[in-house]
């Protein structure tokens, strides 16, 4: 039941978390543990695609209790439920894009944009920042993920993308401040957005830190404001240049959680459907190709998971 969690982190000891205190809180919260529940059956319809649309059913039924549970405990936050609160908040983004990666592979589902679905994962991404603030961050550093709020004391393999992506922005910064048919306030918009990604890739590149790729694709959505979640539904040019820097880091994380496969090609191909003229495909054309270099290794095999009744 708990492989699918513990395959979230890199980190032995995050691991460790992930599999044993979740489940652990689990028992105690249904909510949380109808999210363990559905997380496992995404991994599983990834894993046998022969019972996908059984493995798709049970994890879509576990994951509607878990958004229910979650959304009546936000009422009452408590010391005592509140690490359960945010084991679920962080879960549900991860089963979500599992989730709408399958529907996007399924001949009969109705088609979903990418970029609809990435605008509901960051809005769902930046509700974990609710939680938190209604658990308060004292509750959750002497809580048992307190762990996962702290810097290891040992270096970590860096990400060389990230620099890469640091020498790139200032490209990025011109073209916003060149581009004449901006309003102030929608140049304002965009250059912060940057900023705030540069902010992060500096935070991930620290020397002490787990999981790189997955804080950083949580990080810089979790501080977005409801501006570009509004241009990314609204297929903002802008919005989707900085969407596709973004997706760098998807595409490299793609090669190790199985549950963001297929989705930097999904938004590859909706952010090129609409962006069709200068100099906004220009602009693309260098995440374009370091997304394409991501696919000269092969990803590894999704883990095998235990077999899980539905």
């Excluded at 010391?79 to 549900?92: G, K, Q, R």
């Excluded at 996007?104 to 609809?116: C, G, Q, S, T």
């Excluded at 509901?120 to 991404?125: E, Q, R």
């Excluded at 500096?202 to 790729?213: G, K, Y």
């Amino acid at each position: 039941m708990t492989d699918g969690v513990e395959t979230l982190s890199l980190s032995p000891h995050s691991t460790h978390i992930w599999r044993t205190v979740v489940s652990k809180e689990g028992l105690k919260q249904t909510f949380l543990l109808h999210e363990i529940l559905a997380l496992s059956s995404f991994q599983l319809a990834h894993n046998k695609p022969d019972r996908r649309d059984d493995y798709y059913a049970a994890g879509t039924h576990h994951q509607d209790h878990a958004l229910r549970g979650l959304r009546k405990l936000l009422q009452n936050i408590t010391e005592e439920n509140a690490p359960s609160a945010f084991a679920a908040s962080t879960l549900i983004p991860i089963s979500v894009f599992a989730s709408r990666g399958l529907d996007a592979v399924d001949a009969d589902a109705e088609p979903h944009n990418a970029l609809d679905d990435l605008a509901d994962i960051f809005s769902l991404i930046q509700g974990i920042g609710r939680v938190i603030a209604a658990a308060q961050m004292g509750i959750m550093m002497s809580g048992p993920f307190q762990h996962l709020f702290k810097d290891p004391v040992y270096e970590t393999a860096p990400q060389p993308l990230f620099q890469k992506m640091l020498e790139q922005l200032p490209t990025l910064t011109a073209l916003f401040d060149d581009d004449e048919s901006l309003d102030e306030d929608s140049r304002r918009d965009l250059l912060g957005f940057v900023t705030g990604m540069r902010e992060n890739l500096l935070r991930c590149s620290r020397p002490c830190m787990e999981n790189r790729d997955m804080r950083f694709l949580f990080y810089w959505p979790f501080h977005l404001s409801p501006n570009f979640t509004f241009g990314l539904r609204q297929r903002s040019a802008g919005a989707l240049v900085i969407v596709m820097h973004w997706t760098i880091i998807l595409s490299a994380a793609a090669r190790t959680y199985w549950f963001l496969r297929g989705w930097s090609d999904r938004i590859v191909k909706a952010v090129t459907d609409e962006l069709t003229e200068e100099p906004w495909r220009e602009a693309i054309e260098w995440p374009l190709q370091h997304i394409e270099a991501q696919r000269v290794v092969p990803p590894p095999a999704i883990p095998e998971v235990e077999n899980l009744e539905i």
